[in-house]
């Protein structure tokens, strides 16, 4: 595995080129290993159009549409978590059952929040 100074020492379009191509491999994974991601991708695909033509203001669409992408931000550092858990430790323990029941709920807000947003947007 590289070494962590290598990645720190990179600066200007270098590094932003390596910055995507990580954010390229962390979605490409997101989508490959993570069912819900997908299925949150699906729902983005079909809400954020609705949003565009549903929302009457640039401020209704920017909350309908941040409100998706909530979502997936939410899913994909709750998948991190969750892999992060797996990794430092395979075997049922308390806390790893709390960290990752933790970033479930995180997830279940996030919808919530949409749920909220799209209610007070839509129908106020």
């Not at 997908?38 to 669409?61: K, Q, S």
């Not at 979502?71 to 858990?85: D, H, P, W």
Request: charged share 20%; net charge negative.
């Amino acid at each position: 595995m590289s070494d962590y100074k290598e990645f720190k020492g990179k600066q200007g379009l270098v590094r932003l080129i390596n910055a995507l191509g990580y954010s390229r491999d962390g979605l490409a994974a997101a989508w490959k290993n993570e069912a819900a991601f997908r299925e949150e991708v699906l729902l983005a695909i079909v809400a954020i159009p609705l949003a565009v033509f549903l929302g009457e203001t640039g401020v209704d669409r920017a909350l309908l549409i941040g409100s998706i992408l909530l979502i997936l931000i939410v899913e994909i550092l709750n998948s991190g978590l969750e892999a992060i858990v797996d990794k430092a430790s395979p075997e049922k323990h308390e806390l790893a059952k709390q960290a990752k029941d933790m970033g479930s709920a995180a997830v279940l807000l996030s919808l919530i929040n949409a749920a909220v947003v799209w209610a007070c947007v839509l129908w106020p």
